[in-house]
């Protein structure tokens, strides 16, 4: 029981000790070279709920996985929090996704076997768990295993530079709302075994996130909530890897181009997303001009066009 409550505080803890790294660019201009995010793999099924830390990314990734479920990548560039989780495995389309990133460290707690060498041979920095105690991860005595494991960024060196990871994934940011779009004050998204709904509160302009059916909430009970939403509609096709009951990882194609809707202040626009080669952020315009967001958190939701 005393164990419980000591990881029960270490979790609440996050909330208050939340480290800013440096000031993030609101304006999402181009990031320097060599700036560096934190790309942490969370656990999203209901046992896995409330995560830890989400509210603090700079971009949280949506991702459909095996059974038609979702599960989230957490991109962390500006802020820092003191834990975050629970973390669960990566998948091959964590591995194009983050090539956009300058050799992002990528929190994981494993992967299947014949996608570890991909992993080893990617431009990023793994660190799944070690066996010895004292790392960087912790299991919590909250929650259920798998359910319960966790990750102390700060003591991983060097995760974060301080440069918001918006403007290397290629987003531009503006105050200023962009004209055109339709009102909207409700969007869903359906994956084969999980839903996410985006209302729009004019009182805190932003996105409330829901899932599942459920107000989505932060470890305090606060409710999760994006400046920015973005519809990103991919190619989901099954991969060459499966889990262990013989399902087929599904692998979201984030190279190429197609349709979007982005939603930001209470209005919905459709766009087209560009991002031509793996190496380079994904770009939005509507009208053939840039789409800007609103600065804050973006959510991306990968959809199966």
């Given at each position: ?6 990881v029960?505080g270490?979790?609440g ?29 969370i656990?999203?099924?209901g ?30 560039g ?10 669960r ?18 929190a ?11 992993i ?12 010895a105690s004292?790392?960087?991860y ?10 319960n ?7 991983l ?15 531009r940011?503006?105050?200023?709302p ?12 359906r ?13 805190r ?9 459920r ?64 190496a ?26």
């Open positions: 029981m005393r164990r419980r409550a000591l029960t270490v979790l803890a996050a909330v208050a000790a939340c480290k800013p790294v440096a000031s993030p660019d609101a304006n999402g201009s181009a990031a320097p070279a060599g700036a560096r995010v934190l790309a942490v793999k656990d999203n099924v046992a896995a709920r409330p995560q830890t830390g989400l509210e603090d990314a700079d971009i949280v990734y949506v991702e459909q996985v095996e059974g038609g479920l979702s599960r989230l990548m957490a991109v962390f500006s802020r820092l929090p003191a834990v975050v989780g629970p973390v495995s990566a998948r091959e389309t964590d591995l194009e996704l983050l090539r956009q990133f300058d050799r992002p460290t990528l994981y707690s494993g992967a299947q076997s014949r996608l570890r060498p991909l080893d041979a990617a431009p990023l920095r793994a660190v799944a768990p070690p066996g004292g790392g960087p912790f299991r919590s005595g909250a929650k259920p295993a798998p359910h494991l966790y990750l102390r960024p700060a003591k060196s060097r995760p974060a530079s301080g440069t918001g990871a918006g403007a290397a994934a290629g987003f940011f503006a105050a200023a962009p004209a055109g779009g339709r009102a909207e004050t409700a969007h869903t998204v994956f084969p075994a999980a839903r996410f709904t985006f209302d729009w509160s004019a009182a302009r932003r996105w409330l996130v829901g899932m599942d059916g107000a989505a909430v932060t470890a305090d009970g606060a409710r999760l909530a994006a400046a920015t939403v973005v519809v990103q509609y991919v190619d989901v096709r099954a991969s060459r890897f499966h889990d262990k009951l013989g399902s087929a990882s599904p692998l979201s194609r984030t190279v190429g181009s197609g349709r979007a809707v982005v939603l930001r202040d209470g209005r919905a626009h459709d766009a087209t997303w560009s991002r031509p080669g793996a380079g952020g994904t770009t939005f315009t509507a009208d053939g001009r840039p789409l800007p967001f609103a600065p804050g958190q973006v959510w991306v939701v990968f959809a199966k066009k």
